[in-house]
């Protein structure tokens, strides 16, 4: 291994995305960001920088989706849960307003019409869970269930974690440290500990768009009162310095709250594909279940093309991650975690400045290419 310019180490022949790490904090304005690769279950970028230190921490936002995915599909290789039993087996309550019949696999594929929901709720609704989860038993599906795909932007960590907790008993957060971090010994987190709430890096919100700029379709939606994706952003109200709270970092928000870092994202995701250290999560026949197409075409929540499997996203022209064969999750600003079987790679990266998220972000996309080059 050899010493980068920034700080960590790459393994020879993977000094290209060494560069383009670098790269990032002269031309895409990163403040502080970590990259970490795993090829053939062998870690070979290993890269921190910027205001970053080698034990920082950093909330993922819609990564964390990717974990939940990850906890759920362990449950369905136990036989635990059922992707095409009704979701009513697991959650009774669910049944209301002709949601009866609605799939488990339905709400981890964005097909279930509820991406948002119509009665108000608060910041102290959403730490305290509950509340939340009792809004979407009860809301009416805001589309069809299987007519279309949205992107459950919020929505999806409560529907799901609340399934992982009917089925195991555990909550979603005390699943993800039993039977995913502990194993692989990772910093990973859904419900932070105080203990290691001052290893956290602070958010930082997008730069304003240069004047005269147009608006990325994202951000555009979103203020559109008329969108379902503004719908999902209102209701309840998240202001972004809510992002840097000790009590949002501490609650359970499984569509968003996540805290890692780029090697354990990584390692999370190459032991998907195989084995790390001893350990694998996902057996073959549960990965190639995993990571079928489930959604794709156009989104009726983001309204541009999205691609998802059971939980993960797919690749898609905003998401490219390594192509057509990858599974993961983005995060709202940035930051990625996924992984490519084919290619025998895994691949994260986290950072505390948030980028507009309608578009390709220019800083994964460089990393990615320079990992793949490097292969």
Known sequence: MIETRVHGSVEAGFEAVQEAFTANFERHADKGAACCVYAGGRKVVDLWGGTYTPDTLQMVMSSTKG????????????????????????WPEFAAEGKQEVP????????????????????????????????????????????????????????????????SGLTVGEFVAEHIARPLGLELWIGLPEAEEEQVAPMIPPPPAPAGAAVDIFTARMLDPTTLLHRAFVNPPLPASVFNERAFHAAEIPAANGITNARSLARMYAACIGEVDGVRLLDPETLEQATRVQSAGEDLVLGYETRYATGFQLSFPFRPMAGEGSFGHY??????????????????????????SGGVDPRTKDLVEAVLSSL
């Open 331 to 356: 995060g709202m600003g940035g930051s990625v975690g996924f992984a490519h079987p084919g290619r025998e790679l895994a691949f994260a990266y986290v950072m505390n400045q948030m980028l507009p």
């Open 104 to 167: 488990v696999r339905w709400l981890f594929s964005h097909r279930a019409g509820l991406p948002a929901v119509d009665r108000p709720l608060s910041l102290e609704d959403v730490l305290a869970w509950d509340p939340v989860v009792d809004a979407l038993a009860a809301q009416k599906p805001l589309w069809e269930p299987n007519a279309g795909h949205g992107y459950h932007v919020g929505t999806y960590g409560w529907l799901a974690g609340e399934l992982i907790r009917r089925v």
């Open 67 to 90: 974990v939940v995915a990850v906890a759920a599909h362990l449950l369905a290789q136990e036989g635990k849960l059922d992707f095409d039993a009704p979701v009513t087996r697991y």
